[in-house]
C-alpha cells in the first residue's frame, strides 16, 4: 500500500469541455483505486476554465490570450501543491510551450502519451481525428512524428464533419448515432489509405467512438493521457 503522503498530486486544466475533463476525472480516480484498492482516489486539484472564452480565442486566432490563460491557471495549480500538470484537451497542447514556461513541474503532453502508445502497439502510421485545428496544423501532427511515426488526416471535407461533430454535438454531451457512423466511414477510408490504427485525438470523441466499434486500433487520448498522470502519480519521488 501506498501511503498518501507518498502519492504525487496531480493539477488539472480542464473545461475544454467539462464533457471530457468529467472523464478526465472519473478515470484517474478509477485507475488509483485499481492499482491500490480500499478506499483509495487520486489526490488531485483541477482549475475549470469556461469553454465559451477559450473557443472564442480559438476562433479569433488568439492564441496569444489563450496561452496567458492557462499558463496562469497551470501556475495556480502548482501553487496549489500540483506536482504535474495535465492539459485535459488535445486542441489546446498548441499553446503546450507556453504553460511549460509557466511552472517548474512538469507538463504531461499529450502527443508524446499518445505517441508512447502507437510505438508500444508496433504501429508504424497512424490516423488523427480531432478538431480542424488539431488536423490542419503542424503541432500535434509533428509531435506525434518526431517519435518516428507517420499521420494522416482526413480530407478537408471530413475534417469539416469531424469538427462540426465535436463542436455542435459532443461538447454539449450529445451523442448521435448517425454521427458514429459517419465517423467509423472516415475510420475506414484513414485504414484504406494505410492507416494501421486511429488516434481518437480530441478528448470528447471518445463519448462517441470506442473501441468495439472499429476493428481498426484506436487510440483514446483521454484514457492515456489519465493512465499516464496515475503512472507518474504513483511512481517514487
Known sequence: ?????????????????????????SLINELVAQRLGGFHSADMVMVSVDFAYIE??????????????????????????????????????????????????????????????????????????????????????DRIESHGLAVIVPTREQQSLVNRVIYEELVAGVVRDESRIEYLAIIADLEDRGAQGVILGCTEIELLVQPEHSELPLFATTLLHAKAAVDFALSAR
Request: contains cysteine; aromatic residues 6%.
Open 1 to 25: 500500500m501506498v501511503d498518501g503522503a507518498l502519492v504525487k498530486r496531480i493539477g488539472l486544466i480542464g473545461g475544454m469541455s467539462w464533457q471530457s475533463s468529467a472523464l478526465y476525472y
Open 56 to 141: 472564442r480565442m480559438q476562433s479569433a486566432g488568439d492564441w496569444d490570450a489563450a496561452g496567458e490563460v492557462l499558463a496562469r491557471d497551470a501556475a495556480a495549480l502548482e501553487n496549489a501543491g500540483a506536482e504535474v500538470i495535465v492539459l485535459c484537451t488535445n486542441t489546446m497542447h498548441k499553446i503546450a510551450r507556453v504553460i511549460e514556461a509557466a511552472v517548474s513541474v512538469p507538463l504531461l503532453h499529450l502527443g508524446d502519451v499518445t505517441a508512447s502508445a502507437v510505438r508500444d502497439a508496433r504501429l508504424q502510421t497512424v490516423g488523427l481525428l480531432g478538431t480542424r485545428f488539431t488536423m490542419e496544423e503542424a503541432f500535434y501532427r
